[in-house]
């Protein structure tokens, strides 16, 4: 059995909810790592946290981990109307497999984050957290939505900062990683990107994981955080969004040519690095059920 093998024999993982990106995930979101999701605002990151936080309630027969999930949310306010919606369609469809009087809302534990140490203070009491509820269902997803909010403003440009800011980085990662590896935990981080300008060389051209650059929006862009956060996660997912202009008779806007002409936007994942996943993207679409793999026909 080759290595790669061996991970994903002996690695739980917590559903999407969804088969096609289950399938191209190889299971979802793998315990006792941490995965991140770096994307420009408006991507469905935050939509996919919400979606995971539900469907590690279900059993592990059926891809869940029987499992609530804690919330670190550091963009306000909390986005609770989303997760109600997601929470009555999440309810509808695996009424089965749920507790029929719960509220699926009520195995997410929320907390907001305002601050790098106060994460480490959150995160110290995170063990005790998850100890004192082994009478409910356990916690085994932590969200940390996002982490890159933490150190926008915090943090001066200059070498003492930016080394105070990497000593953070890994004791945040190392925090993490030894809560994941204590309570097989799955670990779900977003970041968000920033532009690159200039030539595609020198540090501009320096290639993290699979994927020499990264593009949304027509923009190239590279993961908040640098290169010190890029080693404090074991795989790291990205989601990129391009509008589409297709003529269309019934479409909304009137095109140059006087046509009608219908705005999509095309969504797709695509692995940067993870041990486990090769290099490969996949279309999704976003609705009010959460986010779902596209397959394409082949021509
Ligand atoms: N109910 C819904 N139906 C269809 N699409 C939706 C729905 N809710 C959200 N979306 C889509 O999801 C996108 C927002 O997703 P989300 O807030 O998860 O992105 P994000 O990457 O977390 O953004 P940010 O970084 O700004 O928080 C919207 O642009 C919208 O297109």
Known sequence: MIPQNLLQVTTQKCTTGCPILDRFLHGGIPCDSITEIVAESGSGKTQI????SLRAQLPVSHGGLSASALYLHTEFPFPFRRLHQLSLSFRSSNARHLPSNDNPCDGIYVQSVHSADELLDIMSKTESFIESSKAQLPVRLVVIDSI???????FDN??????????LFFKIS?????????FNLAVLLTNQVVDMVGPNEGINGLRIGNLGSLYTSGRRVCPALGLAWANCVN???FLSRHEEANSEENGKLIGESGGFVCQQTRRKLHVVFAPHLPESSCEFVITREGLFGVEIAAC
Do not use: H, N
């Open 49 to 52: 946290c919400l979606q995971l």
């Open 148 to 154: 890159a909010a933490l150190f926008r403003s915090e």
């Open 158 to 167: 200059t070498p003492v900062e930016l080394k105070r800011r990497s000593s």
């Open 174 to 182: 190392s925090m993490l990683k030894a809560l994941a590896r204590r």
């Open 235 to 237: 795989s790291r997912l």
